[in-house]
């Protein structure tokens, strides 16, 4: 159960979360793997299975994240792609209703992203989302992801805030694990992170749907 009287702190992740996970699932599912058999004379599949692979053995890395680390391992200009398909690039129901709720409720909201500061600057150029937020991280001014420890300790540092009073909202579980580990006491995730994408089911964490549902009650909802 979540009443706003024991939160002071929200932190937001961005992908899946904030905005619509549709525009990132487009481009390393789909456009990626399309551009990558065309560039290098693979058949669609044998591209497929190469880059997912790889994407497998990465998961939960630093490098999963960086658009650096994926320009070099697929002699593509990944920022290149993500502008091809900002027009993709939207906030999920009510979430910039509900960062205008937090200010209005005087909590200190901060983004929390494992994306690359590049991937970033194209979706803040497309939403303006930074100015909504008191404060912007991303995994890579940390050299830790999100499923590091490392990661909430350096948070703890640069942005101190108290765990027994924060709210961690994300798409990803491997991270709410992370940071119960951590000690953050009240975690949410989302069960809907792609609008093209059917409701998740069997979630580990309370989910939340829309975020019109925080907005206007103080409990969390149930999860699916």
Not at 12 to 28: E, H, I, K, Q
Not at 63 to 73: K, T
Request: net charge negative; proline share 4%.
């Amino acid at each position: 159960m979540i009443s706003w009287d024991a939160i002071d702190t929200v932190l937001l992740d961005m992908d899946g979360t904030l905005l619509d996970l549709a525009y990132d699932n487009t481009l390393w599912t789909r456009v990626l793997p399309e551009r990558f058999s065309a560039t290098h004379d693979w058949t669609l599949d044998r591209a497929v299975s190469h880059l997912f692979d790889h994407m497998d053995e990465r998961k939960g890395q630093l490098e999963f994240y960086c658009l650096d680390y994926w320009a070099e391992f697929t002699g593509l200009d990944i920022v290149a792609l993500h502008h091809e398909l900002a027009a993709l690039i939207r906030f999920r129901p009510n979430a910039r209703e509900f960062l205008d709720h937090l200010a209005g409720l005087e909590r200190r909201s901060v983004l929390v992203t494992n994306a690359h500061r590049d991937s970033l600057a194209v979706k803040n150029r497309h939403t303006n989302l930074e100015p909504l937020l008191d404060a912007v991280v991303s995994c890579h001014d940390y050299g830790a992801p999100k499923e590091s420890e490392v990661f909430w300790h350096t948070l703890m540092r640069e942005h101190p805030f108290d765990p027994g009073r924060t709210l961690l909202i994300d798409d990803n579980a491997a991270v709410l694990d992370s940071a119960e580990r951590f000690g953050i006491a009240h975690v949410l995730t989302v069960a809907q992170p792609d609008s093209q994408r059917p409701p998740r089911d069997g979630l580990k964490h309370a989910a939340v749907h829309d975020f019109r549902d925080l907005m206007h009650d103080q409990k969390t909802p149930t999860a699916s």
